[in-house]
Structure formats: C-alpha cells, structure tokens
C-alpha cells in the first residue's frame, strides 16, 4: 500500500540523485558521446551495489549481449 509506494518513491529519488551525480562527473571527464558513453556502461556506481557495471554481464565480444543462461542473470 502506501508504505510501500513511499519507499519505492524513497529509492527512486536516491537513484535519481546518485545518476545525477554520476553523470555529471562523467560528462566533465569526457569530451566525446563515445567516451561518455563508455564510462558510463563500465562505471559501478550505477548499480544499487556498486559492485557491478553494465559491460559485466553485457560482452563487446558478444555484441553486447548477457551471455549467462537466464535464470542465471542477477
């Protein structure tokens, strides 16, 4: 109920604000969308964690595919 959509709201601002942050570190790091974009896909701070980044579990090699069986995924 209630309590419920005011913590999703909770996290979801703290997502926002840590995104926010992130971002603005990356876009004053990098002069290019390519160099952004790349730190962005390989910078941990983004996952609740922080222990993960996207090119993790998604492979250049495999054309940026999650090469894990499905029910293996995190």
Known sequence: GRM???ALASV???ALGLLTEVVGVHAQQHST??????ALFADRN????RTQSCISCHSPGLAFADPRELDNVA
């Open 4 to 6: 419920r959509r005011a």
């Open 12 to 14: 979801l601002v703290f």
């Open 33 to 38: 969308r390519e160099e952004f974009g790349g």
């Open 46 to 49: 983004l996952s609740i964690s």
